[in-house]
């Protein structure tokens, strides 16, 4: 399912989905890093959305709902040059038409990466 999508172009692995928590990790490679050498805000938010976005899908009726990215915001504290980052979602507030997920990404020695806060819209499929 991930084939010919941002997850694979990223190699973001998705390794623990449960309801209101998911974990994936992502390599700090030529394809996360800015032209500096450093991890890529926005392969972090790509993370972090989606995370939330599996998560949020995990929690709705399939048959009737869908789910898209709503708002997302990110605060990158830490550089990161190589290796890997694991994002943990877990939700905040689940209601009928939205989510609020917090994420935290970590690196291999669990320090704070990125901070982000993402909101799911909850999407009513059309029979």
Same mark, same amino acid.
């Given at each position: 399912?991930?084939?010919?999508?941002?997850?694979?172009?990223?190699?973001?692995?998705?390794?623990?989905?449960?309801?209101?928590?998911?974990?994936?990790?992502?390599?700090? #490679?030529?394809?996360?890093?800015?032209?500096?050498?450093?991890?890529?805000?926005?392969?972090?938010?790509?993370?972090?959305?989606?995370?939330?976005?599996?998560?949020?899908?995990?929690?709705? #009726?399939?048959?009737? %709902?869908?789910?898209?990215?709503?708002?997302?915001?990110?605060?990158?504290?830490?550089?990161?040059?190589?290796? %890997?980052?694991?994002?943990?979602?877990?939700?905040?507030?689940?209601?009928?038409?939205?989510?609020?997920?917090?994420? $935290?990404?970590? #690196?291999?020695?669990?320090?704070?990466?990125?901070?982000?806060?993402?909101?799911?819209?909850?999407? $009513?499929?059309? $029979?």
């Amino acid at each position: 399912m991930i084939e010919n999508t941002l997850l694979h172009s990223l190699g973001i692995e998705v390794t623990l989905v449960e309801k209101g928590r998911v974990i994936a990790t992502m390599p700090v #490679d030529e394809r996360t890093r800015q032209p500096f050498g450093l991890l890529h805000g926005g392969a972090s938010v790509a993370l972090a959305e989606t995370v939330a976005s599996v998560g949020a899908y995990e929690l709705v #009726d399939k048959e009737t %709902e869908a789910v898209a990215g709503l708002e997302i915001n990110a605060n990158h504290v830490r550089p990161k040059t190589e290796g %890997e980052v694991t994002a943990i979602a877990t939700v905040l507030y689940q209601g009928k038409s939205t989510q609020v997920w917090d994420i $935290k990404i970590t #690196d291999e020695q669990d320090r704070m990466i990125c901070v982000s806060r993402c909101t799911m819209a909850v999407i $009513k499929l059309k $029979k």
